[in-house]
């Protein structure tokens, strides 16, 4: 099966601007994460869906947002870039396994959008 | 506040030496703890799951080592290779508020030969 795919890998934006990020998620994989990775701040959870519906958010500004559509792919919108919008965001779409201990949610990471803001 | 430490931030190894990592989290309740590999410019891959009866759990020459009662947690590394410089993360579930994960800062591991 085909990875967690992202497009761009790349991009560069001024600030003001608006970005739309896109993924695509590993074949009948139904929940789709976004995160903001960061040098200072780590891997943060921006939101989750699942069936074109949000399930969860994190504490993010209303400048970002994102939808999931009926085949699971899923975008990821920033408006009014600023200069601390520069981040990797990655995607993650998740399936649950099961192991001897009990049944998981195993997330699959795409290779991630490098955005930076100028 | 449910947060996960790691430490160290980072560390230089020499090829073929063993090394540990450290986690320790407040989160709670507890559901399982997750390590993951990130080389640069990737996404992180999955190297183990561990809920709270596991204490020891390995994937190769990565071991994974969880203590639920000092909330601690430790990746032991055996033999380092060059592949394996890349940030290691620690990521601890809640089952509390839809199972939303805390991630640690990782730790910047460098093997040099």
């Known amino acids: 099966k085909a990875g967690v795919t992202q497009t761009p890998r790349y991009l560069i934006k001024t600030r003001g601007q608006q970005v739309t990020l896109s993924c695509s998620p590993i074949?009948?994989?139904?929940?789709v994460s976004w995160y903001q990775q960061t040098p200072g701040q780590g891997l943060q959870f921006l939101f989750e869906y699942f069936s074109e519906t949000q399930r969860n958010k994190g504490n993010f500004p209303g400048r970002f947002s994102g939808r999931q559509f009926s085949n699971s792919r899923s975008e990821m919108n920033v408006s009014t870039l600023e200069l601390g919008d520069s981040a990797l965001y990655l995607c993650?779409?998740?399936?649950?396994?099961?192991?001897?201990?009990?049944?998981?949610?195993?997330?699959?990471f795409g290779p991630g959008t490098r955005l930076t803001v100028l | 506040k449910n947060q996960v430490e790691q430490s160290p931030q980072s560390l230089i190894i020499l090829e073929g030496k063993n090394c540990t990592l450290q986690c320790n989290y407040t989160v709670s309740p507890f559901s399982n703890l997750r390590w993951y590999k990130q080389d640069t410019g990737r996404g992180p891959v999955s190297l183990t799951i561990m809920t709270f009866s596991e204490n020891t759990k390995s994937n190769g020459r990565y071991t994974a080592t969880l203590d639920a009662d000092t909330k601690q947690s430790s990746l032991h590394i055996t033999a380092s290779q060059l592949s394996d410089s890349a940030s290691y993360i620690c990521v601890v579930n809640s089952k509390a508020a839809g199972n939303k994960l805390t991630f640690g800062g990782g730790t910047r591991v460098l093997v040099k030969p």
């Open positions: 074949s009948g994989h139904r929940s």
């Open positions: 993650a779409s998740s399936l649950v396994v099961r192991e001897a201990s009990g049944l998981y949610n195993e997330q699959f």
